[in-house]
């Protein structure tokens, strides 16, 4: 058992959606994870690693000349590193071999035409990229105390945000990036997601002298990678000389302009959450979200609500049956459970139980995750955390 009770926002969307799948794969619970998991997860997977490297911070001052090859070799590593998790459980059928060999090649396609598109958009710096942040929660009824369980270890919050920028304004967003297929993810999804909502809460409790702004959702569509025009050249809208520093955080001095324009008085001003920028080519489309920072606050409370349901040992988990039930992973379990069969037995030869103590306090700081990055770029980036 782990010292650390750790909450995870997509666990707890899970929670709210239906308790048994929630039970099923939360590592507070049976820690089920799936064993050969589907070509779409590798590649989204692979697309978002890619990014990582693409936006890493210690490499957000080079030249994208330099960096665009390295991106291009973190998707290939990554597509690479999956398939050999899943020949060490079973071989690639011929279907999974020509299914690899295309999502390889979208990637490819993706990737080049994404760095075109986002050259021309990107100016903003880069202070986390692939990035955990730890938090305590806060006891709603008594803020200044920390939630723990009742057997008194502590509880913290958990989450993995795909990358926080810093914009020209010294604005700090939350940035999701997303492999889409079909049609992109409609505006009241995009503004109504309870996980993005909790990275801008948890990220101002582990940084308290931050206001998170509000957050990106980077979306990048399957359909019509491959049949886009040839890259030719790519246009920067912000030159990357390697000399000097880019960033000047002019706004974090307050000598430095009228307070009623400073990130404080601009988030305060924000009374909902809305849309103020959505910019799209028909295959990538970026759209930015304000966040209202007494949404954020609710969504806080709401964490710690769920926090003290889920540390109940004997919670109850019924199932919820609806429409994402088609796309559930453990829908086969379920339906053979609901059928009175042996749904242990399906459960046992589509999954794996995770260690319990696979994903702990060290998650804080990962060795692997960041020697793998820092392979590519060297020391992490000095960022101003000072106060606003």
């Known amino acids: 058992m782990s010292w650390t009770f ?3 926002p997509r666990e707890l969307r899970k929670y709210e959606r239906c308790r048994r799948e929630w039970d099923f794969s939360s590592q507070v619970r049976q820690r089920y994870a799936i064993k050969l998991p589907s070509i779409e997860w590798v590649f989204e997977k692979a697309i978002r690693d890619a990014l990582a490297v693409y936006y890493f911070p210690a490499m957000d001052d080079w030249n994208r000349a330099i960096v665009r090859p390295l991106t291009m070799k973190g998707f290939d590593r990554s597509m690479k590193e999956n398939r050999t998790a899943h020949e060490k459980i079973a071989p690639y059928t011929p279907e999974e071999e020509r299914a690899y060999d295309e999502h390889v090649a979208l990637g490819q396609a993706m990737l080049a035409n994404y760095f075109v598109w986002a050259a021309a958009l990107d100016d903003f710096d880069s202070l986390f990229a692939d990035h955990d942040i730890w938090a305590p929660i806060p006891d709603p009824e008594q803020p200044t105390q920390d939630l723990g369980t009742l057997d008194e270890r502590p509880m913290r919050y958990m989450g993995r945000m795909d990358q926080l920028v810093a914009d020209p304004d010294d604005e700090l967003w939350v940035v999701d990036h997303r492999v889409v297929k079909g049609d992109w993810i409609s505006n009241e999804e995009l503004i109504e997601d309870e996980v993005m909502r909790s990275h801008c809460w948890h990220t101002q409790i582990a940084f308290p002298q931050w206001i998170i702004a509000g957050t990106i959702t980077n979306e990048l569509r399957v359909d019509g990678q491959l049949d886009a025009p040839p890259v030719s050249e790519v246009v920067e ?28 008085a601009r988030s305060a001003a924000t009374e909902f959450d809305q849309i103020t920028l959505q910019q799209d080519n028909g295959l990538f489309r970026r759209t930015v979200i304000r966040r209202n920072q007494d949404g954020l606050r609710r969504t806080g409370t709401r964490v710690a609500e769920h926090a003290m349901e889920i540390r109940e040992p004997d ?14 992973e453990f829908k086969e379990v379920c ?6 069969g042996d749904w242990q037995a399906v459960l046992d030869a589509n999954f794996y139980q995770k260690a319990a103590d696979a994903e702990d306090e060290s998650l804080r700081h990962s060795d692997h995750r960041v020697g793998t990055r820092a392979s590519l770029g060297g020391m992490m980036k000095v960022i101003n955390l000072g106060h606003r």
């Open 6 to 8: 750790i909450i995870r």
């Open 237 to 264: 809208k912000d030159q990357r000389t390697m000399i000097g520093s880019r960033h000047i955080n002019t706004r974090r001095s307050p000598l430095a302009m009228d307070p009623t324009a400073a990130p404080a």
């Open 315 to 328: 919670i109850a988990v019924p199932p919820t049956f609806a429409a994402h039930c088609l796309t559930c």
């Open 335 to 340: 339906d053979t459970m609901e059928a009175g």
